[in-house]
């Protein structure tokens, strides 16, 4: 084999096998099941639910209060709190997480407010979420707890 | 179309940064400020990874300011090669807005920007050089992922635990897998055209970078690395 023949050999490789190793990934993924054609299902009929939700401010100050609500998010259990017109919030739509996050809350006149080093988590029975608050559904009994954590 | 080389041709042959760096920096506030809200929804592909199954792309215009970083470090050099990505990114987002964020984006340009100017070599506008041009424009887009959603674990999106860092680089996932394809679609569709025009006699400027210039634009993206990092601990 020439030297040239070699060289253009190991060129086609150099785009070949990437493209075979990324097509193959592709491929192996649809047939795992890792990657599907058909949108995940949500549960989004949970019925009625009944939960406890925590604010902690994390100045000693905390909040706390049971809501029943039917077929509703942690947001929405959120906003519920607001509504009832114990605290405000302030929210902001990020469009790369599809998600609603949380820039402050006001609770007896003090704003809690998210920024470099602090910001908005929420637990769901202890358990740090896996997903915004907006797509999340409550089942009964949950105890969902927001805590304003420093850094 | 060779009228349409030779115009190109013209533009080359004015060895003017300047000018080449105004034009990209047009090319791609425009862009970005245009279409940012006119993006196609993401295709009906799912991936599920670590119990979270999400869109397996997330359409962004991430490869506009990507490409144009690379060819700024790739034609351009030295101070071109941050200065123009960062330009574009600081018109776009006073129109556009942004938060703090902007400190691991603007700097993972600039790493893009570097990672540019180091395939810069007198032969890297060649057919033959292609793959590598590819390879460190995938090897600099894993950069940018990793170092951006790194900030947005830092920033405090995702709880400070193992847990939540690979939460985040999950939820990442879509991002990157958008970014690499059309990235390196846009790499190809840009590159091969400058290539032929090179090869028909069209003049692609080579401009000099003082050694100081050279040391200054290396150190740069790293500078605004520990920048970001600093302002989100202290």
């Avoid at chain 1, 253009?8 to 193959?24: A, C, E, F, G, R």
């Avoid at chain 2, 960062?86 to 691991?104: C, K, P, Q, R, Y």
């Avoid at chain 2, 790493?111 to 100017?117: A, H, N, P, R, V």
């Avoid at chain 2, 690979?166 to 990157?176: E, G, H, I, K, S």
Wanted: aromatic share 12%.
């Amino acid at each position: 084999m020439n030297q040239k023949k070699r060289s253009n050999i190991i060129y086609t490789s150099k785009i070949l096998i990437p493209l075979i190793i990324v097509i193959s990934l592709f491929l192996g993924g649809i047939s795992t099941g890792i990657i599907t054609f058909e949108s995940p299902n949500k549960i989004i009929n949970t019925g009625k639910a009944s939960a406890t939700i925590e604010i902690d401010f994390g100045d000693g100050i905390a909040y706390s209060s049971v809501f029943t609500l039917d077929n509703s998010t942690v947001f929405e259990f959120l906003l519920e709190v607001e509504k009832n017109g114990d605290i405000n919030i302030e929210t902001t739509y990020w469009e790369q997480f599809d998600s609603y996050i949380v820039d402050s809350i006001t609770y007896q006149g003090t704003k809690y407010e998210a920024g470099l080093s602090a910001y908005w988590a929420f637990y769901i029975n202890g358990q740090p979420a896996m997903e915004g608050a907006d797509k999340i559904y409550v089942q009964n009994d949950d105890l969902i707890e927001w805590k304003f954590e420093k850094f | 179309m060779t009228q349409g080389i030779k115009m190109i041709g013209k533009i080359f042959e004015n060895k003017n940064r300047l000018m080449l760096a105004v034009f990209l920096i047009t090319i791609g506030s425009i862009i970005r400020v245009f279409l940012h809200n006119n993006l196609p929804g993401s295709p009906s592909i799912y991936i599920t990874i670590n119990g979270v199954t999400q869109p397996m792309f997330m359409l962004d215009l991430f490869f506009v300011i990507a490409l144009i970083s690379i060819i700024s470090g790739l034609l351009l050099g030295g101070y071109y090669m941050f200065i123009v990505p960062i330009s574009i990114m600081v018109i776009t987002d006073a129109i556009l807005g942004n938060n703090w964020i902007l400190l691991f984006t603007w700097s993972g340009f600039a790493i893009l920007g570097l990672i540019g100017y180091m395939l810069k070599t007198k032969k890297s506008l060649t057919l033959r050089h292609t793959p590598r041009i590819l390879g460190a424009g995938i090897g600099g887009i894993l950069l940018y992922d990793i170092w951006t959603n790194f900030g947005t674990w830092l920033g405090g999106w995702y709880t400070h635990t193992w847990e939540g860092l690979a939460l985040c680089y999950t939820r990442a996932l879509p991002f990157m897998f958008w970014h690499l394809l059309s990235t390196t679609i846009a790499i190809t569709l840009v590159i091969v055209p400058i290539i032929y025009l090179k090869e028909h006699n069209v003049t692609i400027p080579d401009f000099q970078i003082k050694p100081l210039e050279k040391k200054i634009s290396i150190a740069a993206p790293v500078v605004l690395m520990v920048i970001a990092l600093i302002s989100l601990i202290v």
